[in-house]
């Protein structure tokens, strides 16, 4: 048992986010802050599963549907929005915004179908190396 507080900030291109669990649990918890403009990856994961909450700001969620299509919606305050392993999305900051993400931890790949920053694919391996710049 601990009762010492954690937190780590992660510098990414689109904003940062603020972990708030340590990485060794079976499940992650976190912000993300969002710069206005910014978009995060079109990206789908294989193992991992998502469910977020708009804080504050305004987002556009781009979210998969049934028949494979991306949908635009945006957030809306005081509801949750999950994604399901295999499930394509995107974030857009519209404002600079701060959402409250929890999910299964870094497990699997996140294959980035589209970036605006020209980031690979992120693997498992690759998470456990050293600096390893914009995530």
Known sequence: MTIVPYVKRV???WGYEIHFTPDNLPYMG?????????RLSLQVH??????WFLLS???????E?????LVENNMEKGYGYTTQVGQKHRLVGVEDADILEVST???GNTFRLEDDYSRPTETEEMRKQPNRGWK
Not at 30 to 38: C, D, E, N, R, V
Not at 46 to 51: G, H, V
Not at 65 to 69: D, T, V, Y
């Open 57 to 63: 700001g305004k987002v556009t969620m781009i979210l």
């Open 46 to 51: 294989d193992q991992k599963l998502e469910s």
């Open 105 to 107: 931890p870094e497990i």
């Open 30 to 38: 976190k912000i993300l802050h969002i710069s206005a403009g910014k």
């Open 11 to 13: 510098e990414k291109p």
């Open 65 to 69: 549907n049934s028949k494979g299509e």
